[in-house]
């Protein structure tokens, strides 16, 4: 995956070339098992592609941060590779990343890449709203996607970092819609789910059909952000009206 422009990527700009009042898109993931064929980065390779494909087409100045790829991953505790920080320490570094953003950016936004997060994310932006700071997130999310290293993952890292992705290790896990596997998923994990850790099929992902699906992503993400208003929670919602 190509390096963004210094002009977009935070990280690699000089503190005399970041402009006051900027937007900061900072992506968030995780690092957790995603079934036997990709890779534990996944949802953070994602956040990441996302964020900066959104940068590009979104009116400037624009700056992507380095992503936060720790999240809260307690379901996949069972198995190895996971790395959990869980609620309470995300909610830590979300604020703590706002207060600090907020002394030069106009904006910020989180781009998130895994479902774990949502309840932090929520819950820290809430607070950082009515402490006045302008602050939203939005999901890197397409209609009718599987919940976890299925078609839809898949898909997108075959399109952004084919060389991670082992196919011909990739299975079918339990692709019961997410609504009726919550409940297990609360009580036991996704282990005693899916002993591969995939909720989902990968069969039939192709890099094309990723390209579609990264697309839709960076599209919702870029209307969100630029028309979108964001609700209580900091979520930000699809513009209305024409």
Request: hydrophobic content about 45%; aromatic content about 2%; proline content about 9%.
């Amino acid at each position: 995956m190509a390096h963004e422009p210094a002009t977009r990527a935070l990280a690699g700009a000089v503190w005399p070339d970041v402009p006051d009042g900027a937007l900061a898109l900072v992506p968030v993931g995780a690092t957790e098992q995603h079934g036997p064929h990709l890779p534990l980065a996944t949802d953070t390779v994602i956040a990441e592609a996302v964020a900066a494909r959104a940068a590009r087409e979104l009116p400037g100045p624009v700056l992507v941060a380095p992503a936060i790829a720790f999240g809260a991953s307690g379901e996949h505790a069972g198995f190895p590779g996971t790395v959990s920080i869980g609620h309470t320490a995300l909610r830590a570094v979300l604020v703590e990343t706002v207060r600090s953003l907020g002394l030069w950016a106009g904006r910020v936004v989180f781009v998130n890449g895994h479902g774990g997060n949502v309840p932090t994310l929520d819950d820290a932006l809430a607070q950082m709203r009515a402490e006045g700071h302008d602050v939203s997130w939005v999901p890197c999310g397409v209609p009718g996607a599987d919940p976890h290293a299925g078609f839809t993952e898949t898909s997108a890292m075959l399109h952004l970092d084919p060389g991670r992705v082992r196919l011909a290790d990739a299975v079918a896990g339990d692709t019961r819609p997410l609504a009726e596997l919550m409940p297990d998923l609360l009580a036991g994990g996704v282990r005693a789910v899916s002993p591969s850790g995939v909720l989902g099929d990968p069969t039939g992902a192709t890099a094309e059909e990723g390209e579609r699906i990264v697309a839709a992503m960076v599209a919702t993400v870029v209307r969100r952000v630029r028309e979108g208003r964001a609700d209580k929670r900091g979520r930000l919602q699809e513009p209305h009206g024409p």
